[in-house]
């Protein structure tokens, strides 16, 4: 077995042209990701709402527990068609990214897109206290972040992104008709996710392993920065 095992991290991996290493099996990240999400809305239901008000995020929230930037992400209303859309959206379109771009990226990718919906939310509220107080929930933010990576990974490999453009625009227009939908959160996940699934998506592949890592630092950076400047211009920090 030692042999077997051995021999095994001799041979060169498999990788996509994006630089992902090709796995066999099950997309592991995106069912943690869902099996997280669904756990939670479990508790969010049994706990009378003292789950969500534990982790969910507001601009203001965020200014004191910076996690509640992420943590939301991983929360939904009680409505059982909010998590349904999300996860569905996320079945759809993770196990793709995740095979094209790997797993420690696609995390990268993820994480970042939801944290990104929650600046959005801060940089695109107006600070006023009923603005800044109400909560907001949902893996949106993170769930347009893949919808903005998948545009240049089907340009990269010479697929039309139309009916994506298309859906993005939809889910954009809806909450100007549909009261109570963070389309903040659903901009800044998105400006995220485009940033990086490009720069995954270009990267010359003698560079694309410092690119995995480079940008999504440098992203967090950006989205610390931004997060900085907003709260001391309004004098809480």
């Known amino acids: 077995m030692d042999c077997v095992a051995q021999a095994a991290r001799q041979m060169p991996a498999t990788r996509t042209i994006f630089g992902g290493t090709v796995r066999g099996g099950r997309p592991v990240v995106t ?16 706990t009378a709402g003292l789950w969500t008000s534990q982790w969910a995020y507001s601009p203001y929230a965020g200014s004191v527990e910076p996690w509640r930037f992420l943590t939301a992400a991983f929360l939904h209303s009680t409505s059982i068609m909010h998590i349904l859309f999300n996860m569905y959206a996320l079945w759809l379109l993770g196990p793709f990214l995740e095979q094209a771009f790997g797993r420690a990226r696609f995390v990268a990718l993820y994480v970042l897109a939801a944290v990104g919906g929650s600046v959005g939310v801060l940089l695109l509220t107006p600070p006023t206290y009923e603005g800044w107080t109400t909560e907001v929930v949902g893996a949106s933010g993170a769930v347009f972040g893949l919808f903005g990576a998948i545009i240049p990974v089907l340009r990269r490999t010479g697929r039309s992104a ?28 998105l400006v995220v996710g485009l940033a990086i699934g490009a720069a995954y998506a270009w990267a010359p592949r003698e560079r694309q392993r410092l690119v995995g890592w480079a940008v999504p630092a440098l992203v967090g950076v950006v989205l610390v920065a931004a997060t900085v400047w907003k709260y001391t211009s309004i004098g809480l920090l």
């Open 31 to 46: 069912l943690t990701i869902i099996g997280i999400c669904v756990v939670s809305w479990v508790l969010q239901l049994v």
């Open 162 to 189: 139309t009916q994506i453009v298309v859906l993005i625009a939809i889910n954009m227009a809806i909450p100007f008709f549909v009261p109570g939908i963070a389309w903040e959160a659903h901009v800044g996940g």
